[in-house]
Nanobody, 126 residues
Framework: QVQLVESGGGLVQAGTSLRLSCSAS????????????AGWFRQSPGKEREFVAT???????LYADSVKGRFTISRDDAKNTVYLQMNSLKPEDTAVYYC????????????????WGQGTQVTVSS
């Protein structure tokens, strides 16, 4: 059973940056043989969970239009961790951010993911 733990959330001002981390159990993100893709999603109160970014097991990435050019998803296989670097944060980025994992190819659909973390709160003040 894959376990994911997010960290790095917090309260920041608009225009600043945060880096979220998603650490995985076993060798989920550290082994090409394991072949896991990762995704970041977010959810605000009263809204559906929405796609933010995803990275395939072998590197290709996809971003939501709302974060393209500001957010960067990356993976450090040696640390078995996936990151979400968030720059130029806006109040509308405020949400609980979730990390997710699935085998092989990336996806922007939350229903495609098999494993989820508990989430980390990001609050951006204006």
């Amino acid at each position: 059973q894959v376990q994911l733990v997010e960290s790095g959330g917090g309260l920041v001002q608009a225009g600043t940056s945060l880096r979220l981390s998603c650490s995985a159990s076993e060798d989920t993100f550290s082994s090409y043989a394991a072949g896991y893709a990762a995704g970041w999603f977010r959810q605000s109160p009263g809204k559906e969970r929405e796609f933010v970014a995803t990275i395939s097991w072998n590197g290709p990435r996809l971003y939501a239009d709302s974060v393209k050019g500001r957010f960067t998803i990356s993976r450090d296989d040696a640390k078995n961790t996936v990151y979400l670097q968030m720059n130029s944060l806006k109040p509308e980025d405020t949400a609980v951010y979730y990390c997710a994992a699935r085998r092989f190819a990336y996806s922007d659909r939350s229903t495609d993911y098999d494993y989820w973390g508990q989430g980390t709160q990001v609050t951006v003040s204006s």
